[in-house]
């Protein structure tokens, strides 16, 4: 099972770009990197999926470099409703959600 | 589109009782899951269906029974419930675990406390 590395926690002023990083070092040739939102108190939601490169849509950006090995999630402007837990999961069948990142951000 | 429901949203058991927590979705999903999420951790599989009348385990199943006797529902059951299952329960479903991995979507919990 590819393994996924994401930091415990990070914190944010409102305004600022926000970029949070998922190691995968075992990612397999078919894996996507798909990322998940989680606000309190509600089940996670999809943020953005990507297989290389650059994906961006109206949430956020993923950046994935090209060995595949690590990818970043990018929050633009953050505001303080982007305060969440964000997952990252690598895996076609990866059903296991970590601890994910908790990102707070500050007025 | 209701998308994915739970019911209930929140529930009191004491010890040794038992309860069955009936997760339904509108949009024709085979695969179906239950998590359960601790406080401060992440979500953590109990079992799984990859279609009408199949059921899985997953990472922590014990305690726990599943049935999917309809394509569109997905029951939990606690048949004897225990301090340690007190938890928020989520339910999930997505088309498939296919590649590209394939958009869970959850439903809003179930609040469980077991005294």
């Known amino acids: 099972l590819a393994k996924t590395t994401q930091p415990v926690s990070m914190d944010s002023y409102e305004g600022q770009e926000v970029n949070i990083t998922c190691s995968h070092n075992n990612i397999a040739t078919n894996d996507y990197i798909t990322w998940y939102q989680q606000f309190p108190s509600q089940g996670p939601r999809f943020i953005i999926q990507?297989?290389?490169t650059k994906v961006t849509n109206e949430v956020a950006s993923l950046f994935i470099p090209a060995d595949r090995k690590s990818s970043t999630l990018s929050l633009p402007r953050v505001s303080l409703s982007d305060t969440a837990v964000y997952y990252c999961?690598?895996?076609?069948?990866?059903?296991?959600f970590g601890s994910g990142t908790q990102l707070t951000v500050l007025p | 589109n209701a998308g994915v429901t739970q019911t209930p949203k929140f529930r009191v058991l004491k010890t040794g009782q038992s309860m069955t927590l009936l997760c339904a979705q509108d949009?024709?999903?085979?695969?179906m899951y239950w998590y359960r999420q601790d406080p401060g951790m992440g979500l953590r599989l109990i079992h799984y269906?990859?279609?009408?009348?199949?059921?899985a385990k997953g990472e922590v199943p014990d305690g726990y029974n599943v049935s999917r006797l309809k394509k569109q529902n997905f029951l939990l059951g606690l048949e004897s419930a225990a301090p340690s299952q007190t938890s928020v329960y989520f339910c999930?479903?997505?088309?498939?675990?296919?590649?590209?991995?394939?958009?869970?979507?959850f439903g809003p919990g179930t609040r469980l406390t077991v005294l």
């Open positions: 269906s990859v279609g009408e009348g199949t059921t």
């Open positions: 990507g297989y290389k």
């Open positions: 949009m024709n999903h085979e695969y």
């Open positions: 999961l690598v895996e076609a069948r990866q059903l296991t």
């Open positions: 999930a479903s997505s088309y498939s675990t296919g590649d590209p991995l394939d958009t869970q979507y």
